[in-house]
């Protein structure tokens, strides 16, 4: 019956809305952690520049490799 496979169908698509929605609430978990770790570590000026730095050789990174392709 037709109506049978759209109610069976809509119940799969259900299921897989909830595993994403908590999977996307267990990642948002491990980001904030993540982001509170970033925090601690630039709160210092030694570690801002050294940050820095890294995001520079980075960007010049990327600079010379778009160049020279």
């Not at 897989?16 to 970033?38: A, E, I, Q, Y």
């Not at 995001?55 to 392709?69: D, E, K």
């Amino acid at each position: 019956m037709l109506s049978g496979d759209i109610h069976e169908e809509v119940e799969t698509h259900n299921r897989m809305l909830d595993r994403m929605g908590n999977d996307m609430d267990s990642s948002r978990g491990f980001l904030s952690g993540t982001v509170d770790k970033f925090k601690m570590v630039f709160e210092t000026k030694s570690s801002r520049r050294m940050g820095s730095l890294v995001v520079s050789f980075v960007v010049l990174f990327l600079l010379i490799y778009y160049l020279t392709r």
